[in-house]
């Protein structure tokens, strides 16, 4: 069964420095890989997504992500964190390949960046 | 040009009462979902919809009930409310398949008193 864990309930950074928020994920086969960003009171926004290629990848408001096949991992990253960051991440993951496979979503991590 | 919208977004009702929520989305995307995000934020799948056909029905109860009217509309009805059903319910759809992940409406947030 596919699974995705975002080990930190919050991760807590100063503006100005890099961040990391991590993602493991566990999936038959090739994984699909994403990132969605949720401001309060707001629906899920598109961050960025790992489908094939360049293990690095970059997506909205400068954020980028980086596969690891070997670590089962897809942590997402900016280098200079922003106030306006803060917010809640998820990850999710889907089998690759065709057909209508749902994503799942990890339980999500709490981004809260101090000026 | 709102992409995916839910109405209503807020919505407060008693135990025992029946109620519907309804997401459209001018995308033309062929695939719908529906999604609901608990008090501790986890988001759990309900139901997918592809071009008005059933095709992801998670264990949901069957008090919830999901309707396709054409492939834009995805509703959401939900018979004889308790108090667990109190939570975030998020539409969203995709142009189909999971290669492009979701566009997602901004929430309806229910309420069971």
């Known amino acids: 069964a596919q699974s995705v864990a975002q080990p930190e309930d919050q991760v807590n950074v100063a503006e100005g420095n890099p961040l990391t928020v991590k993602c493991t994920y566990s999936?038959?086969?090739?994984?699909?890989l994403f990132w969605y960003v949720q401001y309060p009171n707001r629906g899920l926004q598109f961050l960025l997504k790992?489908?094939?290629?360049?293990?690095l990848v970059k997506g909205s408001y400068g954020f980028e992500a980086e596969f690891n096949k070997s670590q089962t991992s897809f942590h997402l990253k900016k280098p200079s964190a922003l106030v306006s960051d803060s917010a809640l991440y998820f990850c999710?993951?889907?089998?690759?390949?065709?057909?209508?496979?749902?994503?799942?979503f990890g339980a999500g991590t709490r981004l809260a960046v101090h000026p | 040009d709102t992409a995916v919208s839910q109405t209503p977004k807020y919505l407060v009702t008693q135990m025992g009462n029946d109620k519907s929520i309804k997401c459209e989305q001018n995308?033309?995307?062929?695939?719908m979902y529906w999604y609901k995000q608990d008090s501790k934020k986890f988001l759990k799948i309900m139901f997918s919809?592809?071009?008005?056909?059933?095709?992801i029905n998670e264990t949901v109860p069957n008090r919830f009930s999901p309707k396709s009217p054409d492939k834009a509309h995805l509703n959401l009805h939900i018979n004889s409310l308790e108090l667990g059903d109190s939570a975030v319910y998020f539409c969203?759809?995709?142009?189909?398949?999971?290669?492009?992940?979701?566009?997602f409406g901004s929430g309806t947030r229910l309420t069971v008193v």
């Open positions: 969203a759809s995709s142009p189909g398949g999971n290669l492009y992940g979701y566009t």
């Open positions: 999936v038959s086969g090739n994984p699909y």
């Open positions: 790992y489908i094939t290629g360049d293990n």
């Open positions: 999710a993951v889907s089998p690759a390949g065709g057909g209508y496979n749902k994503l799942i």
């Open positions: 995308l033309g995307h062929d695939t």
């Open positions: 919809y592809n071009n008005k056909e059933l095709i």
